[in-house]
C-alpha cells in the first residue's frame, strides 16, 4: 500500500460511521461491530447532502468514515487531500480525519476488487464490461488496468457521461457478450429495495464463458446472477470484496495491524 498508517491509540474509543444515501441495504455495521466488539464504535449516517459535512464530523466525533452511493464521486472536493490510490481511481470510498481536522480520501474498493478477482479467475479475462460510471465503477476500473485487462463502461446514456471513457451502450454491449468473458455489474440495479430489477435485459446471451461479478451484496443472488447462472454463466457477489475493502479501511485508520 502506498499511504501512511498512522496508528491511533488503542487505549480509547474511536468513532466511525458510513456516510450515504439511502443506507437501507448496508451491512457494513453489522461487519464494523463484530470486528470492533465495543472498542471501537460505528454508525450509519444517512444523509441527503453533503453540506455541512465537516459539521457532522464534529457532532460525531469522526476520526474516520467509510463513503457510499451516492457520495464516492460528490465528496471529492469536500476533502482536502487524497491518496495516491484515491487520484488514480478518480473516486474515494474512505476518509481518515487527520489530527488537524484535515480530510484525506483513499480509495479502498479497487484494492479489494482486484483480491476478490484474482482469487476468483484461474486465468485472468482479456476483456471485460464495467456496468456503471460511478465510484464502484471507476475503482472497478482501476484494477483491471493494474490487471492489464481492457474493459468498456457500460451506459444507457453513454453520451451523458463524456469524461469517462471508453464507453459504450448497453446495446453495443449485448453484441460484445460472446467476446467478453467478465462482465461487473458496478451499478445500484438489483439492490434492495429494487431487488426485482436486473441492469441486464437479455440475460439468454450469457453462457458458461461468462463470469458475472455483480458488486451487490444484498440481496444474494441478484436477479442479474440468477438469470446468468440459468444460463451457466459463473456467478459472484460483492461480499467478500465487502470484507475486504473493510479492512483496508481499518488498516488505513489504523485501528489494526497488518
Known sequence: MRFLLVTFASSFMHHFALIGHPLGH????TLFDETF?????????????????????????LSGFNVTIPYKL????????LTLE?????????????????????????????????????????????LGTGGAARAV????????????????????HQSITPIISYEE????????????NAT??????????????????????????????NPSPTRLMQEAASMGAKVKDGLEMLRRQAVLSWEFWG????
Open 26 to 29: 448496508s451491512l457494513s455495521q
Open 141 to 160: 476500473a482501476s484494477a483491471l488496468r493494474r490487471m492489464g485487462i481492457d474493459y468498456r463502461f457500460v451506459s444507457r446514456n453513454p453520451s451523458i
Open 188 to 217: 445500484p440495479v438489483g439492490m434492495a429495495p429494487i431487488s426485482d430489477k436486473s441492469p441486464w435485459d437479455r440475460p439468454e446471451l450469457f453462457s458458461k464463458k461468462n463470469l458475472i461479478y455483480d458488486l451487490i451484496y
Open 86 to 130: 484515491a487520484e488514480e481511481v478518480g473516486a474515494v470510498n474512505c476518509v481518515r480525519i487527520e489530527s488537524d481536522g484535515t480530510l484525506t480520501g483513499h480509495n479502498t474498493d479497487s484494492e479489494a476488487f482486484f483480491d476478490q478477482l484474482r482469487m476468483s479467475c484461474t486465468r485472468l479475462p482479456k476483456m471485460a464490461l464495467i
Open 255 to 258: 485501528i489494526i495491524d497488518r
Open 37 to 61: 466488539a465495543g472498542r471501537h464504535d460505528y454508525v450509519m449516517l444517512d444523509i441527503e447532502s453533503l453540506d455541512g459535512l465537516r459539521q457532522i464530523i464534529k457532532e460525531h466525533r
Open 74 to 81: 460528490k465528496i471529492l472536493p469536500f476533502l482536502d487531500r
Open 173 to 184: 454491449a449485448y453484441a460484445m457478450t460472446d467476446a467478453v468473458s467478465l462482465i461487473v
